[in-house]
T-cell receptor, first 117, second 108 residues
């Protein structure tokens, strides 16, 4: 099946620093990528939708200046958590939707666990 | 915003069929219902999706009611490795919003 890769899988940073998480579709081109965050024992919460070559669409309540999303190519989207604080500690998961030929299925990465000290 | 309703938890004996229900009463006429599962601290794994007809693949079967307001995911012979949180997703609006899911525990 299709593979979506996230990097890093775990990151620990100091409060006030910025962290970048990469999401790559390895064997298909993704017109749309989605970013989710997940707190312990909770469901996935959609943060934003990014389309290649255009600005991301953020869900209500998600600060776009805090969570910068760049979808520079059909295989790469990045999420940058700017000026991270302990409350940003979470599990961040990306997903990618393929171009025609994959039936619109959504493929998920393995997630990136961010811990802000 | 989640548009699906699922029971929070279920148990199933190993080797028996696990039937997981989902209510998606607000789904629009041409949107698919997707099912994913998530094992602890991993990314969600695709299981199956359908529009109107019942679907079957190597992992599961999906039964969709005629009015499309609900569906049931069937794992025909549950194993211990099927213990996970199962999410049914209404993709109305071309978005994948996760509901609270059903935590399935397969018991030996």
């Amino acid at each position: 099946g299709a593979v979506v890769s996230q990097h890093p899988s775990r990151v620990i940073c100091k409060s006030g620093t910025s962290v970048k998480i990469e999401c790559r579709s390895l064997d298909f081109q993704a017109t749309t990528m989605f970013w989710y965050r997940q707190f312990p024992k909770k469901s996935l919460m959609l943060m934003a939708t990014s389309n290649e070559g255009s600005k991301a669409t953020y869900e209500q309540g998600v600060e776009k200046d805090k969570f910068l999303i760049n979808h520079a190519s059909l295989t790469l989207s990045t999420l940058t958590v700017t000026s991270a604080h302990p409350e940003d500690s979470s599990f961040y998961i990306c997903s990618a939707r393929a171009l025609q030929g994959r039936g619109g299925e959504l493929f998920f990465g393995e997630g990136s666990r961010l811990t802000v000290l | 915003d989640a548009k699906t309703t699922q029971p929070p938890s279920m148990d199933c004996a190993e080797g028996r069929a696990a039937n997981l229900p989902c209510n998606h009463s607000t789904i629009s006429g041409n949107e698919y219902v997707y099912w994913y599962r998530q094992i602890h601290s991993q990314g969600p794994q695709y299981i199956i999706h359908g529009l109107k007809n019942n679907e079957t693949n190597e992992m599961a079967s999906l039964i969709i009611t005629e009015d499309r307001k609900s569906s049931t995911l069937i794992l025909p012979h549950a194993t211990l490795r099927d213990t996970a949180v199962y999410y049914c997703i209404d993709t109305t609006g071309n978005q994948f919003y996760f509901g609270t899911g059903t935590s399935l525990t397969v018991i030996p």
